[in-house]
C-alpha cells in the first residue's frame, strides 16, 4: 500500500512539470522575441504559485482510488512502481489537474479579495505587480495568470481521463467541478451582501456557500473522480460521492473555521480570529447571533458592519462565540456531518479493509477531536 | 446552400440557451434562498454580455465545415432542416462554444482595461457594480462570471464534438485555442511596456500578438474544427488551418486597426482614432516610427508617452501615419496576408465551387478595398 509521501513524491514534481509545459505558450507558434521576458515571468509566476500547497485534495484522490478499485495492485504491491501501473499514473495526473486548478481559483480570490499574501509568499498579482514594476499591467498579467492555469488544469484532467476508465464522465465532472467552485465564489461574494438580522437565513446561506465553494472541488470531485476510474456506473459514482463528499466537505470548512477562532491543536503560532478581524460572515458568527441576547446580538451586529474591528472587538467576538454556544454548535455540526459520511461509505458495502482504508483517507479532512 | 442569415437563427438563440443552462449553479446541488437573487444577477448578466457579437467566427466555421465535408448534404438541402442533420447541429454548438469562449474573454479584457462600455453597453463589470450597488463586489462577480463563461464554453465544446469526427482532437484544438488566446493577453500586456525606440522589434512584437491573441480564435480555430469535422487527419487538418487562418487572422487584425484610422467606408459616424487616443502600441505606429523623420520619430514617442493625447494631437498622429507610409504599408501587408492565404485554400486542390465556398467565407474578415 502507498503512503502519502510516496504520493506526495510523485504530485509535487509532476505538477510543476505540467505547469511549466501549459502555461506557456503552446509549440503551434513562437514567441517575439521582445516578448519572451514577459512570457517568462507569467510562467515562473505560474510555478511559485502552485508551490507549497498541502494536496489534500490530490492525496484523497489516489487514496480513494486505491480502496476502490477493483483492481489489486494497490493491496499487494510491495514496491510500488507506477510506470507498471498506467492507470494509476494517469490518476496522479487528474490528482495534480485538481491541485492546478485550485492554484487558479486562489488566483483569482487574492484578486478579488486584495490579498497581499499566499501560503506566506507574495500572491500572484502582487509578485507580478513588483516584477514588472506596473499595478496596471501586474494586476492584469495576474488575471491572465489564473485564466491559464484553469485552462491548463482541464487540459491536464483530458489527457489524463484518456487512460482512465469513464473517460467522457470524468471530463464532464471536472469541468462541473470547476463550474462549481465558480458558482460558489460567486455566493459567498453574495454571503458579503446578506443582511445580519436574519442568523437563520445566514447560517443557511454560509453552509450553502461551504457545498459549493469547497466540498465541490475538496471531497466531492476527488471521490468522484476515484469512483469513476474505479468502474462505477456514472449515476452510482455521482450518488456515493456526493453522499460521502458533500458532508465531509462541509464538515472540512467548518472545522477551519472553528480552528482560525479556537487555535489549533499543533499550535502553529498563527494569531486566532483572521475571520473576524476580516469581517467574514461565517457560521460561527450567523450560530452567535441567533443564540445572543437581544444586546450581545445588537453589539456584533455594530461590530461586523464596521469597516475594521480592533484586536479588543476580536477577543470580545470570540468571547461571544463562546457563551452564545456557536463554538458548541460548530462542533457538534462537524460531528454529524462527519457521521454522515461515516455512514455513506459504510452504505458502499466494501470489503472490511477497502473500507477502513476509505475512511481513513476521509477521516483526514476532519481534526480527530471534532470526529 | 445556407445562407449566413440562416445560420445565424441557428446560432443565437441557442447561444443564449446554453448560457443560461451552463452559468447557473448545476442541478448536483441546490442554492440557498437568500442567494439566488446574486446568482439570478450573473445570468442575466452572461446573456446580455452575450448579446450583440456579428458572430465572424461561428460563422467561419459553419460555412468552412460546409465547404469541407466529403457528406454533400449542404449542396443539396433545398430546405435546411439541422434535425435531420446531427452532425451540422453539433457544428453549430461548437460554433456557439467559440462565441461564448470570446465573450468569457471580452469580459476579462474590460477589467484588464478597466472599460466602461462593450458594444454600446456598460461592460459586464460595470453592469455588475450598478446592481449590487458595490464596486468591489460587483467587479469580483464580474471576474468570476469571465471564469464562468471560460468553464462554460469548453463544457459546450465537448458536448459538440461527442458528435462529431475526430473528437479528442477537437477537445484538444478547444483547449489549446483559448490558451493561444490567453497567452495572446498576456503578450499584449507585454507590449504595452516595449520601448517605442526600436521600431522592428515594436511590429514584429504587435504582429506576434495578432497570431496569438486574434488569429487563434478569429480564423485558425474555426478553420481547424471544420477540417477536423470533416474527417481530414488531425496532422493535416492542423497543418492547413494554420497555413490559411494565420495569414488571415493576422490581415483581420492589421484592417481593423487601420479602419480605426482611416475609417470605415460603411461610414459608421464612429470617431476615428480610438487607439491613438488610448495610446495603443499598433503595427501602424511601429510602421510609422519606422518611416518617420527623426523629429517627426521624437514627436511621435514624445506623444505616445504622455498619459493622455488631445484632440489635434490624435489628427496629427493619423497625419504622421499617412505621411511616413504607414498606411500604405499596413495596406500592403494586408494584400500580401491575404494573397498568401488564398494560396494556401488553393493548395487544398478542392474542386472548384469548395474552393470558391471556403474562399467567400475567409473572404468575409478583410474588406474588399484592401484585399
Chains 1, 2 share one sequence.
Request: with cysteine.
Amino acid at each position: 500500500m502507498w503512503t502519502t509521501d510516496h504520493d506526495l513524491a510523485i504530485i509535487e514534481p509532476r505538477i510543476v512539470e505540467l505547469v511549466r509545459e501549459l502555461t506557456d505558450a503552446p509549440a503551434t507558434g513562437a514567441v517575439a522575441a521582445a516578448l519572451r521576458p514577459v512570457m517568462d515571468q507569467v510562467v515562473e509566476q505560474a510555478v511559485a504559485s502552485s508551490e507549497g500547497g498541502k494536496r489534500l485534495r490530490a492525496l484523497l484522490t489516489l487514496a480513494a482510488f486505491d480502496a476502490l478499485r477493483a483492481d489489486t495492485a494497490a493491496d499487494s504491491a510491495a514496491t510500488p512502481v507506477d510506470s507498471a501501473d498506467p492507470e494509476r499514473a494517469s490518476m496522479a495526473d487528474l490528482a495534480c489537474a485538481i491541485e492546478v486548478f485550485q492554484t487558479a481559483a486562489l488566483v483569482h480570490d487574492d484578486i478579488i479579495d486584495e490579498s497581499d499574501l499566499r501560503r506566506g509568499k507574495p500572491s500572484a498579482h502582487r509578485a507580478l505587480e513588483h516584477a514588472v514594476h506596473s499595478g496596471v499591467i501586474g494586476r492584469g498579467l495576474g488575471l491572465m495568470l489564473g485564466d491559464i492555469l484553469a485552462t491548463a488544469c482541464i487540459e491536464i484532467a483530458r489527457r489524463a481521463s484518456q487512460g482512465l476508465d469513464n473517460a467522457a464522465s470524468i471530463d464532464e465532472a471536472f469541468l462541473t467541478m470547476q463550474r462549481e467552485v465558480e458558482i460558489g465564489q460567486v455566493l459567498d461574494l453574495g454571503v458579503e451582501m446578506t443582511p445580519l438580522d436574519d442568523p437563520e437565513a445566514l447560517a443557511d446561506a454560509s453552509l450553502n456557500v461551504f457545498r459549493w465553494k469547497t466540498a465541490s472541488y475538496t471531497t466531492i470531485a476527488p471521490l468522484l473522480f476515484a469512483f469513476l476510474a474505479a468502474g462505477f456506473a456514472p449515476e452510482r459514482a455521482r450518488a456515493h460521492a456526493l453522499a460521502i463528499g458533500g458532508p465531509l466537505g462541509i464538515a472540512f470548512q467548518l472545522a477551519d473555521d472553528l480552528l482560525d477562532v479556537i487555535g489549533s491543536s499543533r499550535n502553529t503560532g498563527k494569531p486566532v480570529g483572521g475571520d473576524i478581524r476580516e469581517g467574514k460572515r461565517t457560521v460561527l458568527l450567523a450560530d452567535a447571533l441567533a443564540g445572543a441576547r437581544a444586546d450581545e446580538r445588537e453589539e456584533l451586529i455594530a461590530m461586523f458592519t464596521e469597516s475594521h474591528r480592533s484586536e479588543e472587538q476580536v477577543a470580545r467576538a470570540i468571547a461571544l462565540f463562546e457563551s452564545t454556544g456557536a463554538i458548541e454548535r460548530s462542533r457538534a455540526r462537524i460531528g454529524s456531518l462527519w457521521r454522515e459520511s461515516r455512514t455513506a461509505i459504510a452504505a458502499l458495502g466494501l470489503p472490511e479493509e477497502r473500507e477502513r482504508r476509505l475512511s481513513d483517507a476521509c477521516a483526514r479532512f476532519v481534526p480527530e477531536s471534532m470526529r
